[in-house]
């Protein structure tokens, strides 16, 4: 059996640098976050349909620098309405999972 993730499991999208982009339009879940290690910077997410429409309160979730680098997960399961657009500062390298 494979253990490469499938659309069951929901969309994917690995963030390996600096950037801001809007992953999708519209309502859906953003499921949880895989991290492979430790990096530097930081991953905000936000419930709005464009880059410049994030604010404190559109704020989902902000991935915390990791500690350690053990691989883990984090399983998030927030809602989004507006849209899903995620902020990605210094080096992080991280995948997130969401419908």
């Not at 950037?19 to 949880?32: D, F, H, N, S, Y």
Request: aromatic share 8%.
């Amino acid at each position: 059996m494979s253990s490469q993730m499938t659309s069951r499991n929901g969309e994917f999208k690995r963030i390996t640098g600096v950037g801001t982009a809007v992953q999708k339009l519209g309502p859906g879940i953003l499921q949880r976050v895989l991290i492979p290690g430790t990096f530097i910077g930081t991953v905000q997410f936000d419930d709005t349909a464009t880059a410049a429409g994030t604010t404190a309160s559109t704020l989902i979730y902000a991935v915390p620098i990791p500690a350690t680098t053990v691989p883990g997960a984090i399983e998030i399961g927030a809602n989004y309405k507006s849209g899903l657009v995620y902020q990605a500062t210094g080096t992080p390298t991280l995948t997130f999972i969401y419908t």
